[in-house]
């Protein structure tokens, strides 16, 4: 049976980050594809391998597509997944990271094989740790901060980076799978999921993405130029305040939604300023974060 992991080029790396978002169920107004191809544009990421689609996706799901090219010659483009290489500028350490950056459509099929298939290329390459990036449709407004929850199984690597552990139960997408299997492979994983607005799913999300991002290079410890995400951002906000401003049933909704959130925040600060072991926690976390787990 044919490989269906293509190799284009074997870049040498130094124990890379890997970063993973798929297109679909987990990307709820594509903010995780759009956080990873900022990443990628941001850091100059290059292809050097991609998986065959014959084994993983159902066609009649997600379908190729016919393009012209010169003189009108038609090609069929199949779905893929491309794995690029890129190394981040210097961080607050003063050294870049090599990094691996996972991209593509979520398969419907074979999903451990899949999973196995890319979890093997990570412990080939001896990688420290990966970043999962995912978005879901959640009860927030448009008009407060995005809400990203960050997660690792891994008691080291929730303890390093300041991570809750999960308690979630029930459906997974193709993210829950990889997850499962980087674990396998001796590759601990941090999962990071931003809320979106599900009043307007419709619309691409590059504020959720735009956390996500800022996140991301948080975890990574590297420096990454968020303008374009910053003024699209804006724009995503301004335009959604605009349609709901024009119904009134929605601009009552989104009101009850602020006032949710907000009071939703003076709780947990609340919460904070009264349990001075837990403010004590965040602390410690913050430091991790910012000076390099010392």
Known sequence: MTDPLVWRRRPEMGRPLV????????????????ALSHL????????????????FYDFTETRPEVRLGAGHRRSIHWPEVELLHARTPPGPSGRGRDLVLVRGVEPQLRWRSFSRLLAGVARSYEAEMAIILGALLADVPHTRPVR?????????LASRLGLAR????????????????????????ARL?????????????????????QRSAELLGAPVDPSALLVAADEYERMVSERVAADDDAASYVAQLEEADDAETARSATSLSADPDRLAE?????????HGGS
């Open 148 to 156: 990203v929850s960050a997660s690792a199984d891994d008691e080291a």
């Open 40 to 55: 990628s544009r941001a850091w100059g990421a290059q292809t050097f391998a991609s998986i065959d689609p014959e084994e």
């Open 166 to 189: 999960s308690l979630y139960e029930g459906p997974t997408g193709i993210l829950g799978v990889l997850h499962e299997a980087l674990s396998a492979a001796g590759v601990p994983s």
């Open 193 to 213: 999921w931003a809320s979106v607005p599900h009043y307007v799913h419709q619309m691409a999300s590059p504020k959720a993405a735009l956390a996500l991002v």
């Open 282 to 290: 965040e602390v410690e976390r913050f430091l991790r974060r910012h």
């Open 19 to 34: 970063v993973v978002a798929f297109e679909g169920w987990n990307d709820a107004g594509e903010a995780a594809s759009l």
